[in-house]
């Protein structure tokens, strides 16, 4: 059986009473949400006079309003039966459930992190600080919480007026924002609400009301920056975009397009997914390379120069090159999930696939072309194998000289036989000596000792130079 909504309203002699939300402990703030639904549930126990009833009329009443959710976790608290009857336990043994929660260097790490919002007003900004800095546990919340003020406040011109004053208190700094944001919002009504006109009147001549705009004062999002401030205050004024080379915009407002030509196309194909994909680098250089091969291709009855490139799994054809092909036919494009991605990381969305005819010299072919808006024709790796534009060579054999060097050897086939020795004898004259004489090779080539010779003599007058005598 369904169970009724908890109404929102109840209405104690003659008082209508708001009964509390339903209570959340289970998240991550748990020890604030803990805090604020207490002080809302003794406040309807003192409405409704229950403050002094009986222990089992509160706890059924905090059972009711508490929440199944939270009543679950309730239930679960290391309680005895006795003691779950007694409303104070109960009260203080969720106290202590949910203030282990509370992580007092992470709750000083919202507190300083939290900055004022573009447009938000002070007040609330007010009001989240101090709901911040409860759980902070700090000895001087008003030093904290004045330090804070200043340093997180959004409007510049605030921070620095505050940063001028001598003697800086909690409730001095309040009641300044505070002023400051009410006259900012009154001069703003008033500068709207008046129009001011300037009448130009002369001879002959018919009465003329000029109306003056009034000047903007608020601040609005600038194109040139994308940031948000006022009136000639753009931080992009002078500075020369990395983009384009020209002055007064940043390049993430650059609106100079970038030349996306597609020249290689390289196809990954994901485990979990059953799309395609494929990244198209991007090559350029002002030279031209005469190693890029190209051949002219004839698709459908027209040629067309093709670059050839083995690194693709797919072919390419721009989307001019398809619509002159498609004049004098019908052809339809189809549908494709193939995923291109440029070198710099910028994806080019396919227009779709065609089917079409290919010839070169004697061989012919059906290939695949993904259309896109580009520039370059690119024949894939599959196109260049069924066209024979290329092979693929398993293993490579030098010819170079071999017949000559077996000619030679067969006419003269008696010296490539045997151990090897010269016909004839030979007289070998020997020195009669004790002792063997082993020279050591020479540190200098013998072709340069008489200059090196003629250079030690011009030198040997310095007095760095000693002759040594052996």
Known sequence: MAQSPQPSLERTQNVQVKLPPNLNISGTDACVEWRFWFSLFEDYLS????????????LS???NMMGPDALRIVLTLPLSDEKFKIYHEVIAAITKHVNPRTNVVFERFKFREYKQKEGQPFDIFLTECRQLIKTCNYKEEDEMMLDHIVCSICDKNTQEALLRLDDLTLDKVIRFCQTKEHASHQVSQMNNASTSSVCAISKNSRLKIKSQPTPKTEKF??????NVHGPRECPAFGKVCKKC????????????????????VQQRVSSSDSECSFSCEEVSSKYKNKNVWFEYITIENLSVKCKLDTGADVSIMPIELFNKINEKQNLKLLKTNIKLESFQGNKVQPIGMINLSCKFKDRQCFENFVVVNCKSM????PGCVSLNLIQRIDSVTSNNNS??????IQQNIDVFKGTGKVPGTFDIVT?????????PSPRIPNKLLNSLKLEFQMHQHLPHMIRIKK
């Open 47 to 58: 409405v409704t006079n229950n403050m002094d009833a009986p222990d089992s009329i509160k």
């Open 61 to 63: 009443l905090l059972r």
């Open 221 to 226: 999002k600038c194109r040139r920056c994308q």
């Open 245 to 264: 080379g020209l002055k007064n915009h940043f390049a993430v407002s650059c609106m100079v397009k970038t030349n996306k030509r597609i020249k290689e």
């Open 378 to 381: 690119l024949l894939g790796l």
């Open 403 to 408: 017949s000559e060097k077996q000619r030679f």
């Open 431 to 439: 020195r009669n000596i004790e002792t063997q004489i082993c020279h």
